[in-house]
């Protein structure tokens, strides 16, 4: 399968590049699977391929980082000349009101993730653990059936001994990483060392360093990523339009 980043700032866009957002195809070519759906992740999408041509949605939570473009996609979808299947939205049910507003008639339809036995979309099988965050908010296992390649991606998260046994042996960790090394045991989101040891301990393939700070320093932080993940982990700073085939 290939992982394409859409947008991978944490907490609000800066310039020309926006938040938290993933577009996952199938290894066949034949679905996608755009994960979160942050501030200008239509606009990147675009250049990766027709807004149209997305099979469904999945939501990590609901801070605005992550669905900031949803009612876009939305409108963008609601006014093609062309019919468009009803697009599928994937999300927790434990926020009635923002699970409300994934459903507009003719348009998208809100879906309840099955958190306890897990949910299939497409040619993914998805499993889902909740973290800490301020919000309730799953980090989710995609294991492509076909190929058995798998992803998991963290959604927001402070650290989490449960992450590790969550991500064995993955081929992608997809994950959080919005501090460098000093801020660690943080309830919001992991630091690079604390994501950097979870991608050793679960012997991940490559660990994926997103939800990037405005303020970190990025070459640094990959470093002690890096060196808390060890040389069997290749560890890979996420940037818009990166792609990664699993
Ligand atoms: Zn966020
Ligand atoms: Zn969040």
Redesign the pocket.
């Given at each position: 399968m290939k992982l394409t980043a859409l947008g991978v700032w944490g907490g609000y866009p800066t310039a020309d590049a926006g938040t938290t957002s993933y577009l996952l195809t199938s290894t066949d070519g034949i679905f996608h699977l755009l994960m979160d759906c942050g501030s200008r992740a239509v606009t990147e999408l675009e250049h990766e391929l027709s807004p149209n041509q997305l099979d469904a949605v999945i939501l990590s939570?609901y801070?605005e980082?992550?669905i900031a473009d949803l009612g876009v996609l939305r409108q963008y979808r609601q006014l093609q000349a062309e019919k468009l299947p009803i697009l599928p939205i994937y999300g927790h049910a434990e926020n009635p009101y923002e699970f409300s507003k994934l459903t507009l008639e003719n348009v998208s339809k809100g879906i309840a993730y099955d958190v306890e036995n897990g949910t299939s979309i497409g040619p993914f099988d998805i499993q889902f653990l909740k973290t800490v965050?301020p919000?309730v908010?799953y980090a989710m296992r995609l294991v492509e059936r076909e190929t058995g390649k798998t992803l998991v991606y963290t959604g927001?998260t402070g650290f989490l001994s449960a992450l590790t046994a969550f991500s064995a042996g993955a081929c992608v960790l997809l994950a959080d990483v919005y501090h460098e090394k000093d801020k660690h045991d943080m309830p919001n989101h992991l630091s690079s060392v604390e994501a950097g040891t979870i991608a050793k301990n679960a012997a991940v393939k490559t660990l994926i360093l997103t939800h990037l700070s405005q303020t970190a320093n990025l070459s640094a932080l990959t470093e002690e990523a890096q060196k808390a993940a060890g040389t069997a982990v290749t560890t890979s700073l996420a940037q818009p339009h990166k792609i990664w085939e699993i």
């Open positions: 939570h801070h980082d992550h965050h919000v908010n927001d």
